[in-house]
C-alpha cells in the first residue's frame, strides 16, 4: 500500500477546462516530485520541490504549475487542458539528506483530455 | 540529464526460466543506480538499489543485478522467474541530486 495519495485516479476532461491533480504523502519526506508517463516512453520529470515554497522544473518542459505550501501536499495544475496533456501523471517523495534514497510513488492519475 | 537505455521493449518468458533485463546508462562517473517495478494496477516501487562497494547487489523477490562500471550497464537478473513477476521494469539513475532519470521500461511477460 502506498503512502502518498493522488486523486483522482483517473479523469477525462474537455480542452479549456482548469484542473487539479492531487498528491498527499504522510511520510513527512521534503523532496516530492511529479513525473510524467506515457506508454513505452522514459518517465519525465515534470516538477520537484526540495521543501515547503521551493518548487523547481523539471528536464520535461510542461505548461503546468505545482506549489507547495505543505510539506505533505504537491497538486499540480493545469489552467487549461489540452489533448496533449493527455498521459499519466506519477507523484512521487524521497527522504531528505539522502542521493541515493528511493522515491515512493503514488498510483497516479491518468488524464484525458477531450 | 542523464540518459538511460533499456533496450528491451517487451520480453515474454516461461515460469521457471531465467530472466535478464538490460540497462544502460550515460553518466561517466558511477551513479547511484536503481531497478523498480510496476505491477498492473499497482505503484511504482523499489526492486533494488546500487551506490557502492559489491556491484552484485540482491532486492527483493529474489531479484539481483550486477552493475559493471567498464560497461554502464546495471542489468537486472533473476534464476527462476515467476507468473507474479509479470510486470513492467524501470532503470532509473541518479546523478549526484535528487533526480532520478528513468528507462522507457522493460514488459515482462511470465506465460504458464
Known amino acids: 500500500e502506498a503512502d502518498i495519495y493522488q486523486t483522482p485516479r483517473y479523469l477525462v476532461i474537455g480542452t479549456g477546462k482548469k484542473i487539479t491533480l492531487e498528491c498527499s504523502q504522510t511520510m513527512g519526506h521534503d523532496k516530492m516530485y511529479w513525473y510524467q508517463q506515457d506508454p513505452g516512453m522514459e518517465l519525465h520529470l515534470i516538477h520537484y520541490?526540495?521543501?515547503?515554497?521551493?518548487?523547481e522544473k523539471g528536464d520535461l518542459s510542461s505548461e503546468s504549475t505545482v506549489s507547495r505550501i505543505r510539506t505533505e501536499h504537491f497538486p499540480l495544475t493545469l489552467e487549461s487542458a489540452r489533448p496533449s496533456h493527455t498521459s499519466q501523471y506519477l507523484c512521487?517523495?524521497?527522504?531528505?539528506?539522502?542521493?541515493?534514497?528511493?522515491?515512493?510513488f503514488g498510483n497516479g492519475t491518468r488524464l484525458t483530455v477531450t | 540529464a542523464q540518459s538511460v537505455t533499456q533496450p528491451d521493449i517487451h520480453i515474454t518468458v516461461s515460469e521457471g526460466a531465467s530472466l535478464e533485463l538490460r540497462c544502460n546508462y550515460s553518466y561517466g562517473a558511477t551513479p547511484y543506480l536503481f531497478w523498480y517495478v510496476q505491477y498492473p494496477g499497482q505503484h511504482l516501487q523499489l526492486l533494488l538499489k546500487y551506490f557502492s562497494g559489491d556491484p552484485l547487489v540482491k532486492g527483493i523477490k529474489g531479484f539481483e543485478a550486477e552493475f559493471i562500471k567498464s560497461k554502464f550497464s546495471f542489468n537486472l537478473r533473476k534464476p527462476s522467474v515467476q507468473w507474479s513477476d509479470t510486470a513492467e521494469y524501470f532503470c532509473a539513475v541518479n546523478e549526484d541530486d535528487y533526480k532520478l532519470s528513468f528507462g522507457a521500461g522493460t514488459t515482462v511477460t511470465v506465460r504458464a
Open positions: 512521487a517523495s524521497s527522504e531528505s539528506g539522502v542521493y541515493n534514497s528511493p522515491l515512493h
Open positions: 520541490s526540495y521543501g515547503v515554497n521551493s518548487t
